[in-house]
């Protein structure tokens, strides 16, 4: 069984409640400003643990990010439509504007959009702002060079976790095709 027996300044050994060989897995660690040996213990005498083993460990464990969904995604603009595929099509320097639906709090962030060729090799990317309110988040942007572009996930997941922000978003990856009109 696991334990954490309180320690006082000094040799360990002494302080232990049985045999040192009855005691593997050794550590010492610091809870709340005191020092504990964090240890298994496999003798056959009843020992008590000096600090709750299960709360240790769970303030030890990281914390669960929580997923936002973006649900009801949809894009508008003069020249978009929805393509084969699902992929949305607009004209290369026309304007759109991508709106879905997400419980997060009022609040403005940045949205990498990916330029891809052969359906997922990155080549470059450029960076639109969303405005988040009302449980609505809205992003403006034009394409200035006709292509493949994505918004994806996985890409403004990397983002948030290097800001350390304290959510992750879930969506089904959002592809546009700029043509040249």
Do not use: C
């Not at 493949?148 to 089904?172: Q, T």
Request: hydrophobic letters at 40%; proline letters at 4%.
């Amino acid at each position: 069984m696991r334990l954490l027996i309180r320690l006082a300044p000094g040799s360990v050994q002494p302080q232990l409640p049985d045999e040192p060989h009855y005691f593997s897995e050794q550590s010492v660690v610091t809870i709340d400003g005191h020092q504990y040996l964090y240890a298994y213990y496999h003798g056959g005498k009843y020992v008590h643990s000096d600090y709750d083993v299960d709360a240790y460990l769970a303030s030890m464990s990281p914390k669960a990010i929580p997923y936002v969904s973006i649900k009801e995604i949809a894009v508008t603009g003069d020249t978009v439509e929805r393509g084969k595929g699902g992929i949305w099509w607009l004209a290369q320097d026309s304007t759109f504007e991508l709106r879905g639906v997400a419980a997060l709090p009022d609040s403005e962030m940045i949205v990498i959009i990916e330029r891809i060729i052969d359906g997922e090799q990155v080549i470059d990317d450029i960076r639109a702002r969303a405005v988040i309110a009302d449980n609505t988040i809205t992003v403006s942007g034009q394409f200035s060079q006709s292509g493949n572009y994505i918004i994806s996930a996985s890409r403004l997941n990397k983002g948030l976790e290097s800001i350390e922000a304290p959510f992750r978003l879930a969506f089904e990856t959002v592809e546009f095709d700029a043509y040249v009109a």
